[in-house]
């Protein structure tokens, strides 16, 4: 019975360390970003996952709840934005987010971490600064990224996540009805 278990446990950490596949930027982009110059008016959004820990997991990530697409790992997100405040948010067996104050002329940057779960993985996202972010990025290629160009700070469905979540988290709603209304608000995009 023992040895049923390791073997087990064997094969779990082999299909957490494997190794999801996600559509890739070209190289060229990837170098381009890795110059952390952001453009002339804008401020740059990295969102990086540069551990192996639940490689074999891709995890969706969406920015003021608009999908931008999945990381693997050693992938990062690069993300040209106006100056505003803008909610990142990692899609697992449960949802992580962090909000993150774009200035112009910066250079910003979110590690997604991944977790053990109940059923699933979990994630954490943390803003960390510029030498920590700058070398998970290094050592992670890019992840071609869905269309941003709608995406605005305070738009009105972000303005809608962000009541909701003060909603639960000031305990006016429960968990339950706070994932019902977001699902809700999420596919009316």
Not at 7 to 28: D, F, K, N, R
Not at 155 to 179: C, F, H, N, P, W
Request: a positive charge.
């Amino acid at each position: 019975m023992k040895k049923f278990g390791m073997i087990c446990s064997l094969l779990v950490v082999l299909w957490l360390a494997g190794c999801a596949t996600v559509p890739m930027a070209t190289p060229e982009l990837d170098t381009k970003a890795k110059a952390f110059t952001p453009a002339p008016g804008k401020g740059s959004l990295y969102v990086y996952r540069n551990e192996n820990f639940g490689g074999a997991i891709p995890m969706t990530v969406s920015l003021n709840g608009r999908n931008i697409g999945q990381t693997a790992s050693k992938t990062y997100f690069f993300l040209t934005l106006d100056p505003g405040k803008y909610s990142v948010e990692s899609h697992a067996e449960n949802v992580a987010s962090v909000g993150v104050e774009v200035e112009s002329g910066q250079n910003y940057f979110v590690w997604q971490e991944v977790k053990m779960g109940l059923f699933m993985a979990r994630s954490a996202l943390q803003v960390v600064d510029d030498k920590t972010g700058r070398a998970g990025v290094l050592e992670s290629k890019m992840v071609a990224a869905n269309t941003l160009a709608a995406i605005v700070p305070g738009d009105t469905t972000t303005q809608k996540l962000d009541e909701l979540e003060a909603l639960r988290k000031s305990g006016k709603i429960s968990e339950v009805e706070y994932q019902k209304k977001r699902s809700e608000i999420l596919q009316r995009m």
